[in-house]
């Protein structure tokens, strides 16, 4: 299947080395004119808003491949079940005349997923080192439709890129996205978000970080991969619709405030 808008070269993310899972790449090298800085977005965004890359009804149909042990696919399972007793997301077991699910993999490529719903087969690997309850759900995360904290459009009001610090072959994964892709689906940039990086995230010098916060977090780390912020938690909450009465915000509000 055919994207326009070229959203499909960038659709691929990948944690390359499990031992520092809050490092991960945007895979293949996309045209980087959707993901060019945009001055004028107040709100930090890193959801796809277009609906047609949110999963219907809500509804993530999975297969998980049969190379998963027992254990492991209780894991992911268990992760799952995390994210639907947050929200209205359901996952549920793909039939045979099911066209659009997400297929578990356990390739040795890492930890990825591609980003918004695809309408076909598409995949979240899932490799030894990425099946913490918390990097699962920062996988499904992506499979549902967010980016990174740190590629939101507004990130430059929070955080300082030092991009003489960062590898060379890693500096697209800090690249802004355009807020025609992206939106904030509620809420404010979040430090603690399971989509942040960390601040080491990709470095060269080891005693420098690659990304400093603007605000004090008073010795706070950023990024995490241990559980959904309350923000990631209001995000995913907005973009499917789960239950506006009760989100904290209104994005469309957000959006012209
Ligand atoms: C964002 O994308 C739109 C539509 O493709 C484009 O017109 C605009 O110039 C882009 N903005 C930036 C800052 O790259
Ligand atoms: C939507 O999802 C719910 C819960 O998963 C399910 O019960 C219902 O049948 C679905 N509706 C449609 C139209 O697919
Ligand atoms: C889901 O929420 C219920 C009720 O709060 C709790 O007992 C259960 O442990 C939770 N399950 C998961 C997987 O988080
Ligand atoms: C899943 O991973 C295996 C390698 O472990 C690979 O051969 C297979 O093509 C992958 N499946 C999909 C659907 O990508
Ligand atoms: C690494 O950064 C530290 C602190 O800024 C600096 O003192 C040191 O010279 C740097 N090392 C290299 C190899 O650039």
């Given at each position: ?25 945007i895979?293949?090298?996309?045209p ?42 209780n ?9 639907q ?6 996952f ?27 309408g076909q087969e ?9 099946l ?53 689906f ?12 960390s ?33 990631d938690i209001?995000?995913l909450?907005?973009?499917?619709k ?16």
């Amino acid at each position: 299947m055919r994207r326009t808008i070229c959203l499909l070269p960038l659709l691929c993310l990948s944690v390359r080395t499990p031992a520092a899972p809050l490092e991960e790449t945007i895979k293949p090298a996309g045209p980087e004119r959707l993901y060019q800085g945009d001055m004028h977005v107040k709100y930090s965004r890193n959801g796809l808003r277009d609906a047609k890359f949110h999963w219907p009804n809500a509804t993530v149909y999975f297969k998980i491949s049969t190379t998963f042990s027992e254990p492991q696919v209780n894991q992911i399972n268990l992760a799952m079940q995390m994210i639907q007793n947050v929200s209205c997301v359901r996952f549920v077991p793909a039939d045979e005349d099911v066209k659009g699910y997400v297929f578990v993999n356990d390739s040795d490529t890492g930890c990825w997923s591609q980003i918004g719903y695809y309408g076909q087969e598409q995949i979240v690997n899932l490799h030894t080192g990425c099946l913490s309850l918390g990097i699962i759900q920062h996988e499904l995360l992506h499979t549902l439709g967010f980016l990174h904290q740190q590629n939101s459009a507004d990130r430059d009001d929070y955080i300082n890129i030092d991009w003489t610090n960062i590898k060379e072959k890693h500096k697209k994964n800090f690249i802004k996205a355009n807020s025609s892709l992206v939106w904030n689906f509620g809420s404010k940039y979040d430090y603690n978000s399971i989509m942040h990086y960390s601040g080491t995230a990709f470095r060269i010098n080891s005693s420098r970080p690659t990304i400093e916060t603007l605000q004090n977090l008073n010795g706070r780390r950023i990024g995490q991969r241990e559980r959904m912020s309350d923000t990631d938690i209001s995000r995913l909450n907005n973009m499917y619709k789960c239950d506006l009465a009760t989100s904290t915000e209104n994005w469309e509000s957000n959006e012209n405030s």
